[in-house]
């Protein structure tokens, strides 16, 4: 199938958010390529779904919608039939933004006066009932959101939300419609719409809601929600999930792992690589901060190893052991310090054959990503929930490089073997 339009464009509004996207949408069937920020070129790869990942979530609204907007006419020249703004699952936002203040832009450039919300992703325990966010078995203001530091979530209630961050008038399509299926939820919509709502919030407690949910988004210009939403739209572009969207190029080259995540999950998979005999160096912060050019060590190493299989090296370490660091060099400066060095390890692997990388933490993938001067990626085939593998060509890789970017508490413990084990089969 060659296609040279793309048939939905998405905007995300975080990176690991972007990933976690365009992975559901690779599952359903669609070939996607993510970019980092806004391209200043055309794509020049075929793809059914294309995402933008932004940095928005917490700039200024203003920023946001700049951004936002930049991202949604590039992706309208791409040919994108349909446009899903992307956010957290767990609603991440301000007290005025930026998801309704980005959403009445994106409505505006679109000449649309409807639009749906919903963080729902059941297969993550996030689910809507009534309006209202619930995160596990509990609501998202008892969740431990309740004391995010940048955007707390004190009201699970999300057409209030919502409805406290834009002019326009919130409304909710609740479960007992979904429920219906595509009839009835269009008829709801209709009915909202003559009563003057511009966004509704909509429930959803299992995939099958959004499944049902999917044919009643047809045609409409601007979806707003998680991931989850994405598992109900490629079948109404006549998509049908296939192994063939998740395919990448055959892996090739040396095999490395990179972690700056000190999350419990990352933390069992660090010991799980070291039990296991294979070749692991640990970074000292203290010695970053010192002066010691600590990259160049680790690449020193590395290169005694690294011919024989997979090579780890990590930051990663225990809350006590980090809170000692973060003491010491202030949290900051520490998360700084770590993040460049280990950037410049991976980019040393690469620079030594490293054609196949994991790279673990969230704000670390960030870091390693630039460094590497990659700017877009193909979606291939799921490693573990939100985690696929991806390709993509950098300077140093120009052949192109199979990377994985795992978010903190992702991943089995097994992960590092286990995704490498996956490439070869
Ligand atoms: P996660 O996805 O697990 O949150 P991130 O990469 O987003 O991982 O964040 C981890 C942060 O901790 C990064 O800023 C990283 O540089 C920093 N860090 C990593 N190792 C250490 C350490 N040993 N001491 C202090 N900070 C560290």
């Given at each position: 199938m060659t296609r040279t339009r793309a048939l939905l464009g998405c905007i995300a509004d975080d990176f690991t958010g972007a990933t976690d996207l365009a992975n559901n949408l690779v599952r359903a069937g669609m070939r996607v390529v993510q970019a980092m920020g806004v391209p200043t070129a055309p794509l020049d790869t075929e793809a059914d779904a294309i995402v933008v990942a932004l940095k928005s979530r917490t700039i200024p609204k203003d920023e946001a919608i700049a951004q936002s907007l930049a991202a949604l006419q590039w992706l309208k020249a791409q040919g994108?039939?349909?446009?899903?703004?992307?956010?957290?699952?767990?609603?991440?936002?301000?007290?005025?933004?930026?998801i309704g203040p980005v959403t009445d832009a994106l409505m505006q450039a679109l000449g649309t006066n409807f639009t749906i919300a919903t963080p729902a992703f059941p297969d993550n325990k996030r689910t809507v009932f009534k309006g209202y966010l619930f995160v596990g078995d509990v609501l998202l203001s008892e969740s431990g959101m309740q004391n995010h530091p940048l955007t707390p979530m004190t009201d699970p209630n999300l057409v209030r939300v919502l409805q406290a961050q834009t002019p326009s008038r919130v409304g909710l399509i609740d479960h007992s419609v979904v429920a219906q299926g595509e009839a009835a939820i269009r008829t709801r919509i209709d009915q909202l719409k003559a009563e003057g709502v511009r966004?509704?919030?909509?429930?959803?407690?299992?995939?099958?809601?959004?499944?049902?949910?999917?044919?009643?988004?047809?045609?409409?210009?601007?979806?707003?929600?998680?991931?989850?939403?994405?598992?109900?739209?490629?079948?109404?572009?006549?998509?049908?999930?296939?192994?063939?969207?998740?395919?990448?190029?055959?892996?090739?080259?040396l095999q490395a792992i990179v972690s700056g995540s000190c999350s419990v999950a990352t933390n069992q998979q660090v010991m799980d690589f070291i039990k296991a005999g294979k070749p692991a160096l640990a970074i000292d912060p203290l010695r970053i901060a010192a002066g010691v050019d600590v990259a160049a060590e680790a690449l020193a190493w590395a290169e005694g190893h690294i011919g024989k299989g997979p090579?780890?090296?990590?930051?990663?370490?225990?809350?006590?052991?980090?809170?000692?660091?973060?003491g010491k060099l202030g949290s900051d400066k520490a998360g700084a310090m770590v993040e460049e060095t280990i950037a410049a390890i991976a980019r040393g692997l690469v620079q030594r054959g490293v054609r196949q990388l994991i790279v673990a933490g969230g704000e670390t993938s960030g870091a390693c990503v630039q460094a590497l001067g990659i700017t877009q990626m193909r979606i291939g085939a799921q490693i573990d929930p939100g985690v696929p593998w991806c390709h993509a060509v950098a300077p140093d890789a120009k052949d192109g490089l199979h990377i994985t970017l795992k978010s903190g508490n992702f991943g089995s413990t097994d992960f590092f073997t286990k995704a490498f084990a996956q490439l070869q089969a």
């Open positions: 994108a039939e349909q446009i899903y703004f992307k956010y957290c699952s767990t609603f991440d936002s301000t007290a005025e933004g930026n966004m509704a919030v909509v429930d959803a407690v299992s995939n099958a809601d959004l499944l049902r949910l999917g044919p009643a988004l047809k045609g409409m210009p601007l979806v707003t929600a998680g991931s989850g939403v994405a598992i109900g739209l490629p079948g109404n572009f006549g998509v049908a999930p296939c192994n063939e969207a998740a395919r990448l190029p055959a892996a090739q080259g090579v780890l090296v990590y930051s990663t370490a225990e809350p006590s052991a980090v809170r000692a660091i973060q």
